[in-house]
């Protein structure tokens, strides 16, 4: 069985910062991709950052310059550096992996539980 276990939510003023993580763990042969992802309330899922497994990264527009992916592939585990916090960053943030369970046939993406990220004075 493979889970995704992000920590590193919490409450920051504004212009403050977080460090996320995610941790894979179970029976996984390898992982692809990986990602970040937040929903505000009453608003949709989107992609805040992604790093493929050679550590290739994008981001979404409205992080560029404050926010930082990493992963350390030997730890089957990511990171988000979230720095000048917004109001507006203010939302449930998920990680996702596609990877390849052991025995599995094709990689397939999971998810984790969130983690809240409140960004208020």
């Known amino acids: 069985q493979v889970q995704l276990v992000e920590s590193g939510g919490g409450l920051v003023q504004p212009g403050g910062s977080l460090r996320l993580s995610c941790v894979a763990s179970g029976m996984i042969s390898s992982i692809d991709d990986m990602g970040w992802y937040r929903q505000a309330p009453g608003k949709e899922r989107e992609l805040v950052a992604s790093?493929?497994?050679?550590?290739?990264?994008k981001y979404e527009d409205s992080v560029k310059g404050r926010f930082t992916i990493s992963r350390d592939n030997a730890k089957n585990t990511m990171y988000l550096q979230m720095n000048n916090l917004k109001s507006e960053d203010t939302a449930v943030y998920y990680c996702?992996?596609?990877?390849?369970?052991?025995?599995?046939?094709?990689?397939?993406?999971?998810w984790g539980q969130g983690t809240q990220v409140t960004v208020s004075s």
């Open positions: 996702n992996a596609v990877l390849m369970a052991l025995m599995a046939g094709t990689p397939r993406g999971y």
């Open positions: 790093i493929n497994s050679g550590g290739s990264t």
